[in-house]
């Protein structure tokens, strides 16, 4: 892994098109600006990961004879519903 | 151009390519699939299936956001949502209590262009998996 320092106000640039600066900095927190196309998307790691795992289990759990049985027993806001 | 793939949930299916919604970058974790096609599924609706074309192996159960929360179509930008349909992938998590959808990283189709990409909602108010009972 690359390891630059920067002081408050100095960016990094990643490629020609993606630019990072240290926006503030408080304690253990670091505020960053980043600057992308939108081609590139930027997300908080953590937040990532919980998409990638979230993702990974409702492929894992695809099954149209659970799905079937779902029609009464979930609540959806419009369409049909079950009255019990 | 006609696709036939073969699934373990609907067996084979055909279809032509004007059916496929081409994703720049797949579902999170499966970025490298790119096409994929949308099963309305009378037996199962409201919920469809969001169903690749290049690994017939990896599909998703979703259902349209507006059936179960309407509101996260606020939080994307006004020029996305024209033309747009939010759908969240669901987990089939048994038993039924344990379904959940998530709301922080719906799928937005464009029918019109035939591309879809997976968002992720920069607001902390939603949840990966929202329990759907």
Known sequence: MLILTRKLGESIRIGDSVR???????????????????????????????????????????????AR????????KTGEQSDG | MKYKITTSQFGEIEFSD??????????????ELH???IINDE??????????????????AIVEASLVAPEIYSEVAPEDRENSVLFVIVILRQPPEQVTVN???????????????????????????????
Request: glycine share 4%; proline share 5%; no cysteine.
């Open chain 2, 103 to 133: 709301l922080k990283a719906p799928i937005l189709v464009r029918k019109d262009k035939r591309i879809a990409s997976q968002v992720i909602l920069d607001s902390e108010k939603y949840s990966t998996r929202h329990i759907l009972t």
């Open chain 2, 35 to 37: 096409d994929f096609i």
């Open chain 2, 43 to 60: 037996e199962s609706a409201p919920l469809r299936w969001l169903l690749s074309v290049e690994d017939p192996s990896v599909g998703f």
């Open chain 2, 18 to 31: 004007d059916l496929v919604y081409h994703f720049q970058s797949g579902p999170a974790g499966f970025e």
């Open chain 1, 69 to 76: 049985t779902l029609k009464k027993t979930l609540k959806f």
């Open chain 1, 20 to 66: 990072v600066v240290v926006v503030a900095i408080d304690g253990a927190s670091v505020k960053l600006g980043i600057e992308a196309p939108e081609s590139v998307p930027v997300h908080r790691e953590e937040i990532y990961q919980k998409i990638i795992a979230a993702n990974r289990e409702a492929a894992a759990h695809l099954n149209r004879d659970f």
